[in-house]
């Protein structure tokens, strides 16, 4: 799941940074940083949360979120309330929330008919340009916008490699390479209009944002 | 001839899904991150009701607390209206439906310090009255003060003192009754 804010260039960052982030590690002792630059800092927390702000942007993310998203939420709102207040941002614009729902298969053919069998994509039958084959990693998007909030739906067949080296001549650990096949659904719920500071607060549209995606995703993966 | 190029005709932008990886991870196919979203020019502001659209009242507090906004307001706007006119018994029969609301929506000042300032104010402004009827200039800040709750509920402190201060410039005395007794026992 990925929180985001869009704001006017917040040239306070420059000034500031350490104090927010600062004000954040007391929360969160545990935080770690990753990325530092006059632009963009980039941290994490448990190998769970990732904290990113930058100069017009903010973005908080969670990975395999447990079925509450309360501890995510606490986080999303402190990390904004000090990061407004002291940026002192009174525009947002762009609110966006952002959640990826992913499922393993056995097989890229697997994960493909997956997605093929739902039969959300017209797929032609026969040999094309010249291809004797079948479809692979099929790729559905689609976007709906009103004057105010707009969403993008994207399901997707995929493939990842995943690869981890040991240093040479480490021993202890063994090198790991794995091929994952997946399905994913990936929904970019978000505003188009600008949000005022005093309107706006994380637990309200994150609670709100995620039970409208539950609850019309199901139009898609069909109950 | 040139060669081709590909041309982006709308700059694009989608909510960042950057993923803790390992560096040596690479992918294949075809990649997650390519939610697009046209960027527009910064559209009209939205209002909160906008912004939550699926609010459930009865589990929400800032949407019980936008459903009391709402009435509150429309019962100082008929307050409003009524003392224009000239007719002081219905505009305060008005403002009284109005002080009937407060306390609950003191009961959502988790909203944040600033909702529960500004509440307050209003509440307490009326009941320092005691039974005077309120002017119309009077009327007229706190409907203002509740038009800024509505528009921006979760509102910086500052911006809550200055409605406050706004409240009190109309001659409302905002604290509470027995702070003004504890003030003159200290002075005493």
């Known amino acids: 799941v990925h929180f985001e804010l869009r704001y006017d260039q917040a040239y306070l960052l420059w000034d500031k940074a350490g104090a927010i982030w600062q004000d954040i590690r007391k929360a969160n002792p545990n935080i770690k940083l990753r990325e530092a630059g006059p632009a963009k800092v980039v941290m994490t927390i448990d190998r769970r949360f990732q904290l990113t702000i930058e100069l017009d942007k903010l973005n908080i993310s969670v990975f395999t979120p447990p079925s509450s998203m309360d501890d995510f939420i606490d986080l999303c709102m402190s990390v904004v309330r000090t990061s407004v207040h002291t940026l002192e941002i009174p525009l947002f614009s762009r609110v966006g929330l952002r959640v990826i729902y992913r499922q393993n298969f056995k097989s890229r053919a697997e994960a493909s008919n997956a997605l093929i069998s739902t039969k959300m994509m017209k797929i032609p039958e026969g040999k094309h340009f010249g291809i004797e084959g079948e479809p692979r990693l099929p790729h559905y998007s689609i976007r709906w916008e009103g004057d105010k909030l707009g969403v993008q739906v994207i399901v997707q067949a995929q493939e990842r490699k995943i690869m981890v080296e040991p240093a040479l001549g480490e021993t202890i650990v063994e090198p790991i390479e794995k091929d994952v096949f997946e399905l994913v659904f990936d929904t970019d719920y978000s505003t188009i209009g600008t949000v005022e500071s005093g309107q706006f607060r994380a637990s309200e549209w994150i609670t709100n944002g995620m039970r409208v995606i539950r609850r019309d995703s199901r139009a898609f993966l069909g109950g | ?188």
């Open chain 2, 1 to 188: 001839m040139p060669d081709a190029q590909i041309v982006q005709l709308f700059p694009t932008m989608a909510t960042a899904s950057n993923e803790i990886r390992s560096e040596q991870e690479q992918r294949v196919g075809v990649p997650t991150s390519v939610a697009e979203e046209i960027i527009r020019s910064p559209g009209r502001t939205l209002t909160v009701e906008e912004l939550y659209p699926d609010l459930d009242t009865n589990q929400s507090i800032l949407g019980s607390a936008l459903v009391l906004l709402a009435e509150g307001e429309t019962k100082l706007l008929d307050g409003e209206t009524l003392a224009r006119a000239g007719d002081q018994i219905s505009a305060d029969d008005a403002t009284q439906h109005f002080l009937a609301l407060l306390p609950e929506l003191f009961c959502c000042r988790s909203l944040g310090d600033s909702f529960a300032t500004v509440i307050n104010a209003l509440f307490h402004g009326l009941k320092n009255l005691n039974g005077v009827p309120v002017d119309e200039a009077q009327l007229t800040q706190m409907l203002s003060a509740i038009r800024v709750l509505r528009r921006r509920p979760f509102l910086e402190y500052d911006e809550a003192l200055a409605v406050v201060a706004r409240l009190e410039a109309t001659g409302l005395r905002v604290d509470p009754r027995g702070l003004a007794i504890i003030a003159e026992a200290l002075l005493a």
